[in-house]
Each structure stands twice: as C-alpha cells, then as structure tokens.
C-alpha cells in the first residue's frame, strides 16, 4: 500500500508515461499494458504502451491495439517517447534482458520506475514496486492496482476484457495452480463489469488457420518425441515447418502443453529454429524448478513451473545439450 500511495502522490499532476512490457507480447502482457493504458489515460496523463516487437493477430482486437507503438518498426519514436517519459512501466517483466532492442534505452532513461510483475528473481529495482510472484497474473496486479487507487469504478468494459485476456491465458483457462479464489472471484468482478468472456476466449482461442490445424497435426505425428523413462516429451520445429505450414508469429504457442498432457510426464519442452534464433519453452508439473534449468543452461527464466530460454547452438545441438542435461538434472531432483 506504501508504493499506491507514493504512485498516487506522483501522479496528482499530469505526468508523461510509457508502458513497456516483454519481447514477443502475450495475452498477459499486452493485456496488462493496454488496462493500464487505458486508466492512465483517463486520469489525464500522456501515455504511450511501447512493446520491443510483434505480437501474434489473435490479440489484435485488444481495445487500444491501433495506438501501441512497436519498438522495432518505429524506433527512433519509440526511443524518444522513453527518454522524453517521467514514468516507466515494467509490466510483466523483471530484467531488462526480456525487452530486447529497447534494453539500453529503457536502462538509461531518466523515468521513475514502476514494476509491476510476477516472475521470480526480480533484476530490476524500482520506485514504485507492485511485484508479486504470488500473482497468477500480471492483470491480476493491474487489477489490485487499479482498485486500491480507485476503485471498481474506473473499470470500464475495454479495461476489463484487457485484464480478463491476461489472467484467463496466465491461468491456462482457469487449470494451472496458480488459479486461486482470489482470481476467480477478481474475474467475477471483470464479468460483472462488462467482459464478455466467451467473446475473449474465441477471439483468442478461436481463430486458427486451417495450416495452424494441420501444423498440429504433423507436430504431433512427426516431431513429438517421448521418453518415458526419464518422464519427458518434446517438440523439435525447424525452420523447414514453418515454410511448409505458412506459419505465423503465434503459431507455435500452446504447442508444449500437449506434452505435458500425456500421462505420466513430468517435463515438457519445446525447442523452435525461427529466423536463425532458437527458442526454448519449458513446462513442468510438480517439483522440477523449469525456471532455474532454463536460467542455467539456456540463458533464460520464467516461473517454477512455465519458463523459457535461447539457445546458440544448431537446432540438433540444442536437443542434444537439452536431452543431456534434463536426464541429469531430473536424476538429481527425483521428480514425483
Ligand atoms: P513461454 O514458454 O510461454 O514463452 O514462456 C513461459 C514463461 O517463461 C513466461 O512466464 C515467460 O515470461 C518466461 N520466459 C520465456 N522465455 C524467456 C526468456 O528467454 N527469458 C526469461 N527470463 N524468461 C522467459
Ligand atoms: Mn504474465
């Protein structure tokens, strides 16, 4: 409450904002961005929603889509408006290392620093702190900061299907453990408000391509791979996939899940060669911490359970390094 009431105090005159949030937005990020933007901007403030990269279409029709600045495509506006700001937001980040491109200018900007977020081991240290790595949701934490500024009042519908897209993909629909009273009472607050939330989960969930759906396919009759023994299934997806898919930003996400959702693993991964970059994305279910492999191995970090990393070897390398080092590491944890 100290750091609402010092932010309220900040903000008792018009102020200069930029929200910024993680490279290659999701649902969370770009959702807690553009709530926030929206009440910022009623309040009166001048506030720009800056993301360091694209983000997949199923979140386009967020309300406020139109108005955020990409890093990437306009740069020298995007620098300017960060040097230029009195506050940053840090939403759903913690190091700057997660905002790519933007990293040096955002270190070096003059703002007081607003974080709002919920991954473990925070790098950056703010002025206002609204960091809980309790929270299932960044949204969550907008949320709670909306409402002990405010009120329930300043929610209006476009603040609350913003909040709601972050917290029901964070969640993963309401399944992971994270999924508390707290969030499905906050999400009963977002309905009574105005969210539709069938509208949200199609418009998110609903919308794939019929290559998306054939992708699906293919990645799990060819590029799934399961070893019992040590409890683990992955997904290799070369650059080849995403040429004969027509596969856009997006496509891939969701994908590690079915892994995970066969009986009896433990870990899943996936390891995706996209534009001379591979990315990993960890999940577990129980005790293997993903987030400090990921942090140890693949220059990465997420949360105990859901984290993700780069690597810069080859795309067999990688698996080979990945293979190696989970079969020891989950020897040592002794995953239940
Ligand atoms: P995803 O696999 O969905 O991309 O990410 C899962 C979680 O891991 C998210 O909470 C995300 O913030 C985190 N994460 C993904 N990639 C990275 C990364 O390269 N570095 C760090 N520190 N965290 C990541
Ligand atoms: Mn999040």
């Given at each position: 409450?100290?750091?609402?009431?010092?932010?309220?105090?900040?903000?008792?005159?018009?102020?200069?904002?930029?929200?910024?949030?993680?490279?290659?937005?999701?649902?969370?990020?770009?959702?807690?961005?553009?709530?926030?933007?929206?009440f910022?901007?009623?309040?009166?403030?001048?506030?720009?929603?800056?993301?360091?990269?694209?983000?997949?279409?199923?979140?386009?029709?967020?309300p406020?889509n139109?108005?955020?600045?990409n890093?990437?495509?306009?740069?020298?506006?995007?620098?300017?408006l960060i040097?230029?700001?009195?506050?940053?937001?840090?939403l759903?980040?913690?190091?700057?290392?997660?905002?790519?491109?933007?990293?040096?200018?955002?270190?070096?900007?003059?703002?007081?620093i607003?974080?709002?977020?919920?991954?473990?081991?925070?790098?950056?240290?703010?002025?206002?702190?609204?960091?809980?790595?309790?929270?299932?949701?960044?949204?969550?934490?907008?949320?709670?900061?909306?409402?002990n500024?405010?009120?329930?009042?300043?929610?209006d519908?476009?603040?609350?299907?913003?909040?709601?897209?972050?917290?029901?993909?964070?969640?993963?629909?309401?399944?992971?453990?994270s999924?508390?009273?707290?969030?499905?009472?906050?999400?009963?607050?977002?309905?009574?408000?105005?969210?539709?939330?069938?509208k949200?989960?199609?418009?998110?969930?609903?919308?794939?391509?019929?290559?998306?759906?054939?992708?699906?396919?293919?990645?799990?009759?060819?590029?799934?791979?399961?070893?019992?023994?040590?409890?683990?299934?992955?997904?290799?997806?070369?650059?080849?996939?995403?040429?004969?898919?027509?596969?856009?930003?997006?496509?891939?996400?969701?994908?590690?899940?079915?892994?995970?959702?066969?009986?009896?693993?433990?870990?899943?991964?996936?390891?995706?060669?996209?534009?001379?970059?591979?990315?990993?994305?960890?999940?577990?279910?129980?005790?293997?911490?993903?987030?400090?492999?990921?942090?140890?191995?693949?220059?990465?970090?997420?949360h105990?359970?859901?984290?993700?990393?780069?690597?810069?070897?080859?795309?067999?390398?990688?698996?080979?390094?990945?293979?190696?080092?989970?079969?020891?590491?989950?020897?040592?944890?002794r995953?239940?």
């Open positions: 409450m100290k750091d609402i009431r010092a932010l309220q105090d900040f903000l008792q005159s018009p102020k200069k904002i930029v929200i910024t949030t993680h490279a290659n937005p999701d649902a969370d990020a770009l959702g807690s961005s553009l709530g926030l933007y929206h910022l901007k009623r309040k009166g403030h001048e506030v720009n929603a800056i993301v360091p990269n694209s983000y997949p279409d199923f979140l386009e029709w967020m406020g139109s108005s955020v600045i890093y990437e495509k306009s740069n020298s506006k995007a620098t300017e040097r230029d700001a009195e506050l940053l937001f840090c759903d980040y913690s190091g700057f290392g997660r905002i790519k491109g933007m990293k040096d200018v955002a270190q070096q900007a003059s703002a007081k607003a974080l709002v977020d919920h991954h473990l081991n925070p790098e950056i240290k703010p002025d206002f702190n609204f960091w809980n790595d309790k929270s299932a949701a960044t949204a969550e934490l907008i949320y709670d900061l909306i409402i500024f405010s009120g329930k009042d300043e929610i519908v476009n603040i609350a299907e913003c909040l709601y897209a972050g917290i029901m993909t964070d969640t993963g629909s309401f399944k992971h453990p999924t508390t009273s707290k969030i499905h009472r906050i999400v009963a607050d977002l309905i009574d408000l105005g969210a539709n939330v069938n949200v989960s199609r418009l998110i969930y609903d919308t794939n391509s019929l290559e998306r759906l054939r992708f699906l396919g293919h990645a799990l009759a060819e590029r799934l791979k399961v070893d019992e023994s040590s409890r683990v299934a992955y997904f290799v997806i070369g650059e080849e996939d995403f040429k004969d898919f027509k596969l856009k930003q997006g496509d891939t996400e969701g994908l590690v899940n079915y892994a995970l959702s066969i009986k009896g693993i433990a870990v899943a991964a996936i390891i995706i060669q996209k534009d001379n970059e591979i990315k990993l994305s960890f999940r577990s279910i129980g005790d293997f911490a993903v987030n400090k492999f990921a942090e140890e191995y693949f220059s990465g970090g997420g105990k359970n859901a984290s993700g990393g780069m690597s810069e070897l080859s795309l067999e390398e990688t698996e080979k390094k990945f293979k190696e080092l989970i079969d020891k590491d989950i020897l040592k944890t995953i239940k």
